[in-house]
């Protein structure tokens, strides 16, 4: 996997870049305008982000992800992970016929649902899950591979299925780990 040299990152304009982060050469970036990316982050190959985004510090995105924050914007806090495909909107049409779809009909005659997603600190997404806009996925979640994130959901729990629904308690172990890597890397 090839990454975009610290030269070309600085040529796409990112709001901010923190120290470290690795974007692959295959990634591709619209609107870096608008995106924040921490300390030590890191892009994969065929990843897709657009529109307002903003990541924390040590977070993943791996292979053939999209991140489409729009206006609303999509937020990804300190060492969350996006395993292989998943998807997050921030925005989406309405599907129910009462409207025209797709980005080349004109607003007046569409009705979209824009709002936020938040993923706080040590979320970890599994692959091809899909997340809706106005989701928050609370502190230490684990999401289940294939799931339907439509409801936001609570702490450290872990969340599988197509809509999601809770399984059982995520321990809260990594939260020592966490500590102990951030004091190796500040010595």
């Known amino acids: 996997m090839g990454y975009l040299s610290e030269s070309a990152l600085g040529d796409m304009n990112f709001k901010s870049l923190g120290r470290g982060v690795r974007i692959s050469d295959k990634a591709s970036i619209y609107n870096a305008e608008l995106m924040d990316i ?38 990804l806090r300190d060492f969350c992970t996006l395993a292989y495909g998943v998807k997050v909107f921030a925005q989406s049409d309405d599907y129910s016929g009462e409207t025209m779809v797709n980005s080349l009909v004109p607003r007046k005659y569409k009705r979209e649902r824009f709002a936020p997603v938040l993923l706080e600190r040590q979320v970890i997404v599994g692959t091809n899950s899909v997340i809706f806009p106005g989701i928050t996925v609370a502190e230490g979640c684990a999401i289940g591979a294939m799931t339907l994130v439509a409801k936001s959901t ?34």
Request: net charge negative; proline share 6%; glycine share 12%.
């Open 38 to 75: 921490g300390d030590y982050s890191r892009v994969d190959d065929f990843c897709i982000l657009s529109g307002k985004v903003s990541i924390g510090r040590y977070c993943h995105v791996t292979p053939m992800c999209l991140i489409a924050g729009g206006q609303p914007g999509v937020e």
């Open 154 to 187: 609570d702490p450290w729990g872990i969340y599988v299925g197509s809509p999601a629904r809770w399984l059982k308690a995520r321990k809260k172990d990594l939260n020592d780990l966490e500590s102990r890597f951030l004091q190796e890397e500040d010595a």
